[in-house]
């Protein structure tokens, strides 16, 4: 495994479908087939855990660096919920 592979993960039993709800939140980062996924998904970082190294799937994709760049910044988001005048842009996290 590599930093910045997105796999897919096989969930525990019952595996069950779920339905896909994008919801547009600042903690969502929306994938397209333009970056290699097979349809329109959603990355939550609302509830980020460890993965089991046994469950990890083959690589998805590998997003590109301004994908990195929302990443990161839905991260900070979760990770800093109450810093409430913090602005986001291309460049980075911008304090005012």
Known sequence: MERGEIRWYTLRLPDKRR????????????LTVDDGVPAACALNFDHVSLAQRSRIGPVLCYPSET???????ALIIVRFPKVKRLRLRKTGAVQE
Do not use: A, F
Request: glycine residues 10%; neutral net charge.
């Open 19 to 30: 339905p896909g709800t994008i919801r547009g939140l600042t903690t969502e980062i929306v």
């Open 67 to 73: 994908r990195w760049t929302e990443m990161r910044d």
